[in-house]
């Protein structure tokens, strides 16, 4: 059996473009450092860009990882799942259970997000009223994983259903 474009149901494709987005996501902000008192924020300006706003690439494991990972669940399942055999055997399972393994190491992330600043860096943080917060491109990140999350057990639904029809001879 052959690759075809075609053939990729709307829900593979959705499970391709949330993994894409997540890529995408990994280069926008995924941890900021900002401040209300006006004196820090000059020193914070006068820092290199990178030092106050980090993107995925940047950050920590919990950072990159996960939407790597969203991204090969997408890649598959657009690639594989128009095979009758790999669907029944339990591909949108194994896509549900990636995606669930993404939304569980991205909650690890978000709790903890400050700990890729050492215990002194946090103190001066602390001291200087410096909070490390979360970038857009984390939630950016969590949509996809959300988006991929439901499709999933929509094509799980759809793969069952799929299995209790007569094989085509």
């Known amino acids: 059996m052959s690759f075809s474009v ?15 987005l997540a890529l995408v996501a990994t280069f926008l902000p ?6 209300s008192r006006p004196d820090v924020e000059d020193a914070l300006k006068s820092l290199p860009h990178d030092d106050v706003v980090r993107d995925a690439w940047n950050s920590d494991f919990f950072s990159w990882f996960p939407p790597l990972l969203l991204l090969a669940a997408g890649l598959a399942v657009a690639l594989f799942g128009q095979i009758r055999k790999v669907r029944i055997s339990g591909l949108p399972q194994l896509w549900l259970v990636a995606v669930a393994a993404v939304l569980v190491l991205m909650l690890i992330g978000w709790v ?3 700990w890729q600043f050492t215990a ?4 001066l943080f602390d001291a200087g009223g410096i909070v490390i917060g979360l970038g857009y491109g984390r939630y950016l990140g ?4 959300l988006v991929s999350f439901v499709v999933s057990i929509l094509d799980i639904r759809a793969a069952r259903a799929e299995s209790r029809m007569p094989r085509r001879r």
Do not use: I
């Open 6 to 20: 075609k053939r990729v149901t709307w829900r593979e494709w959705l499970g391709l473009v949330a993994g894409l």
């Open 30 to 35: 995924w941890t900021t450092l900002s401040t």
């Open 112 to 114: 903890t997000n400050d």
């Open 120 to 123: 002194d860096q946090r103190g």
């Open 142 to 145: 969590l949509v996809a994983a």
